[in-house]
């Protein structure tokens, strides 16, 4: 099952049972928020999660992409991608968790194929401010699932302040033998859906409010849940990276490792590109910066011969269609070669002064903020250089 047939298959699911699609944003999120980039499905919603009547109705389901930077070292395990795609379903005050979590598992097991056996969930088990979520865990022992419960792990939120609530995750066993131990103990339980009862907001001094509703926020890993229905050992190798995988080893002979970082920071540096975003010294563009000279650091460690301008142009334009994004393949590419450019003469740059005999020694706070101040070298940059 490709990801297109699992978004149909997942949208159609939840059409059936009375939601409406929305069209996912882009991953530049409304303005006035103060975040980055969008970082999951719920996002574009908060005002709807916190009452404000939707147009739509009560009852949402979509596909969002979303980029996620706090995952950036984990990329090149089997699990992680930068950009990657939400599928998400929503109760705006409507049906509560447990039916979220019934339907659900039903998709799972009725609509994909999933062996029932092959599942585990873990539920929120209550801290001092709020209780267990027995809804959620008496469901899952009704559906003969094995759960776990855990405090930190089943309480989500976007960040320090806004929506959140406890949550109930869906893990796959992806081991060759038969399932064993829990998610918490084992990570071949790799998470692949979490239902979140989103019923209270965090206020800037930490304490907890309710919502004037009590809402369902889920969300799916799309790449994730195709890798394991696709039989795949990783992310990378389903179908979205399918001409990454097929043309970039040939081009560039780089190791497992290698080859995922540069295919998920460069297919990611295509998404951010196709949504308008420019390489910049601040802010998203910067971000988009760091991703292009993360592949560039990892091409050059071996032969800094090679080239952005060598990048088949199909992996681009598989990507920019994916996304429905109109920029050419073309000007994509010709400006991540501007980028390269720039880094190049950085670096040189970077390497000249740091000869200097000042420089020699281990550098103080002065010593960055002067290279980054006067010559334009940011500090990881710095760091990279005198390890190198
Ligand atoms: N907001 C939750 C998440 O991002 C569920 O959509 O995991």
């Not at 950009?83 to 049906?95: A, H, P, Q, R």
């Amino acid at each position: 099952m490709d990801t297109e047939l699992l978004t149909r298959t997942f949208v159609e699911y939840y059409e059936d049972r009375g939601h409406r699609r929305i069209t996912g944003s882009t991953l530049l999120p409304p303005p006035g928020d103060t975040v980055l980039f969008t970082t999951s499905g719920m996002h574009p919603l908060t005002p709807y999660l916190e009452g404000r009547p939707h147009p739509l109705g009560r009852r949402l389901v979509n596909v969002q992409r979303c980029l996620r930077t706090t995952d950036l070292d984990e990329v090149g395990d089997s699990t992680h991608l930068t950009v990657f795609e939400m599928l998400g379903t929503w109760s705006l005050g409507d049906y509560e968790g447990p039916r979220s979590l019934d339907w659900g598992h039903r998709l799972l097991t009725e609509g994909l194929g999933v062996d029932p056996g092959r599942l585990h969930a873990t539920v929120f088990g209550g801290d001092d401010r709020t209780g267990p979520d027995t809804a959620s865990l008496r469901l899952w022992q009704e559906l003969g699932v094995p759960v776990e419960l855990t405090v930190e792990d089943n309480w989500w939120s976007n960040g320090p302040v806004g929506p959140c609530g406890p949550d109930s995750e869906i893990f796959l066993w992806t081991g060759d033998g038969p399932p064993r131990s829990t998610p918490t103990r084992d990570d071949r339980w790799v998470e692949v859906w979490n239902h979140v009862t989103m019923r209270h907001r965090r206020l800037p001094d930490g304490s907890l409010v309710p919502l004037p509703q009590r809402n369902v926020d889920t969300g799916l890993g799309l790449e994730r849940l195709a890798a394991l229905l696709q039989g795949k050992p990783s992310v990378f190798e389903c179908d979205v990276f399918e001409p990454w995988r097929r043309l970039v080893p040939g081009l560039w002979p780089l190791d497992e490792p290698s080859l995922r970082l540069v295919g998920d920071h460069l297919r990611s540096a295509v998404v951010v590109l196709g949504d308008g975003v420019r390489p910049a010294g601040t802010g998203r563009g910067y971000v988009l910066r760091r991703l292009v000279r993360r592949v560039l650091t990892v091409l050059w460690r071996d032969d800094p011969s090679r080239g952005l301008g060598d990048l088949p142009l199909e992996p681009v334009s598989h990507t920019l269609d994916h996304f429905r994004q109109d920029d050419g393949p073309e000007q994509v590419r010709r400006l991540l070669v501007e980028e390269e450019r720039r880094f190049g003469r950085l670096l040189e740059r970077g390497r000249q002064v740091l000869a200097r005999p000042r420089f020699r020694g281990p550098l103080g706070e002065d010593d960055f903020r002067y290279l980054h101040d006067t010559h334009g070298l940011p500090r990881d940059l710095v760091t990279g250089l005198r390890e190198g």
